[in-house]
């Protein structure tokens, strides 16, 4: 059996590039077939990691971390919600959106790593965030989503509440921004080379068609 190539995904779940990059990679693997042979872990990046725990309106928030404007911040958000409608996934801004802390979805991402689940818990938060408008911050919100993909409801929360796991996720987000990832998605081929951006889906396919024929060389 040809060996699987490992793909690293550097995300946060607030992050709609992260989104939409990751259904442009999933289109990509799909197109070639590849679906076995690709073995995918989401690794932890906090685009805020000092948000407190009210969050912050999310226009005030991108206009005063990026400089955008009102009309900025509308066009974006058509942009990107017709990227996603291109792949069946709803954005749905509203007014009293707001940018929140992301600290314990990464816990529970982890954990839903243990058992296989984790794509599965990381397409329910993007959801949750972008399409149902919840909070994903919100430690109900939170555990709701880890029992709709099947896991243990207490486990996650003992694991929520153990602090150790909480300075493992930051230890974690500290290695991958010493190797160099300052911006997400960024899609790491091998532990070997990366993309950052939500590329397009023949960018993708090229990278994993050479990928492949490295193997068979």
């Not at 938060?125 to 972008?130: H, I, N």
Request: proline fraction near 3%; include cysteine; charge should be negative.
């Amino acid at each position: 059996m040809a060996e699987k190539i490992k793909l690293d995904i550097v995300s946060d779940v607030v992050c709609p590039w992260c989104l939409v990059g990751y259904k442009h990679l999933e289109a990509a693997i799909n197109e070639l077939g590849m679906q076995d042979r690709i073995d995918i872990e989401w690794q932890p990046f906090e685009l805020n990691p000092d948000m407190p725990p009210e969050g912050e309106n999310l226009r005030e928030h991108v206009a005063r971390k990026y400089g955008s404007t009102p009309e900025d911040s509308q066009r974006a958000r058509a942009k990107i919600a017709k990227l996603g409608a291109e792949h069946g996934f709803t954005f749905n801004y509203f007014d009293e959106m707001k940018m929140v802390n992301t600290l314990d979805a990464h816990v529970l991402l982890e954990f839903a790593k243990e058992y296989g689940k984790q794509t599965e818990l990381k397409m329910g938060l993007f959801s949750a965030f972008f399409s149902k408008q919840k909070d994903v911050s919100d430690r109900k919100v939170l555990l709701d989503e880890v029992a709709t993909v099947g896991l243990d409801r207490q486990a996650a929360q003992s694991r929520l509440e153990d602090m150790a796991h909480r300075d493992e996720i930051r230890s974690v987000e500290a290695e991958w921004q010493q190797l160099g990832v300052s911006a997400v998605p960024t899609v790491v081929f091998n532990r070997t080379s990366a993309l950052t951006g939500a590329q397009e889906i023949e960018t993708y396919k090229q990278v994993l068609l050479e990928l492949v024929n490295e193997q068979a060389t």
